[in-house]
């Protein structure tokens, strides 16, 4: 089956340092979800991309979207102690209808 | 704001007993989701509704049952716990399977079973 790897699976950074994130998937994806989850809490929809090639910008963080739309990432520049959190990638496979979930990258942020 | 609440955020039970978790969504969704939650792991989705009274496995449905009788409400059914389920349980609601749609999550129970 669709298999979804994210690395590395925990990131310490110092705060104001940037910080990134890949997700890879065995077969194609029609798209790929980000989501955080703060610790304690649960998994928030952060964005969506459908188009090869796609970049997509919120503040701080700058989503990818693969060319053979196969693999993902996430940055976020200048990283500040509200970015802690698990970040997951997901996707459904091409003509698929379920969301398979990466294990996720857990960031923590020194002060 | 769709909003999915989880009837319990903590839950401590015996092995063999028999466990409800209830997920209730507000946003008229179709599509319901339980998912359990490890470290390591990610999130692994157990069972998944499409409709009411409509229900179709996930990638680890052993040991667990689902109860899909109106569109609002989702419960999942652990027949006999064993201490193998103990983990973080997580539902979700989602407008579209085709293509998937952003899945709204609610906080989840954390499942302890002794």
């Known amino acids: 089956g669709q298999q979804v790897m994210q690395i590395p699976q925990y990131q310490h950074v110092q705060e104001g340092e940037d910080f990134t994130t890949y997700c890879n998937s065995s077969?194609?994806?029609?798209?790929i979800q980000w989501y955080k989850q703060r610790p304690g809490g649960h998994p928030v929809f952060l964005i969506q991309?459908?188009?090869?090639?796609e970049v997509k910008k919120q503040k701080r963080l700058t989503f990818q979207f693969g060319e053979a739309k196969k693999n993902s990432s996430l940055h976020i520049t200048a990283t500040q102690t509200t970015d802690v959190g698990t970040y997951f990638c997901?996707?459904?496979?091409?003509?698929?209808?379920?969301?398979?979930f990466g294990g996720g990258t857990r960031l923590m942020v020194k002060p | 704001d769709v909003k999915v609440t989880q009837s319990s955020r903590y839950l401590v039970k015996r092995t063999g007993e028999k466990v409800f978790l209830e997920c209730v969504q507000d946003?008229?969704?179709?599509?319901m989701f339980w998912y359990r939650q490890d470290p390591g792991l990610g999130l692994r989705l157990i069972y998944f509704?499409?409709?009411?009274?409509?229900?179709e496995k996930g990638d680890i449905p052993e040991g667990y049952s689902v109860s899909r009788e109106k569109k609002e409400r989702f419960s999942l059914i652990l027949e006999s716990a064993s201490t193998n389920q103990t983990s973080m349980y997580l539902c979700?609601?989602?407008?579209?399977?085709?293509?998937?749609?952003?899945?709204?999550f609610g906080p989840g129970t954390r499942l302890t079973v002794l």
């Open positions: 979700a609601s989602s407008l579209s399977l085709t293509p998937p749609d952003t899945q709204y």
């Open positions: 077969t194609t994806l029609s798209n």
């Open positions: 991309l459908v188009k090869s090639g």
């Open positions: 997901a996707g459904p496979p091409n003509a698929g209808n379920m969301l398979t």
């Open positions: 946003m008229d969704h179709e599509n």
């Open positions: 509704s499409y409709d009411v009274k409509m229900k």
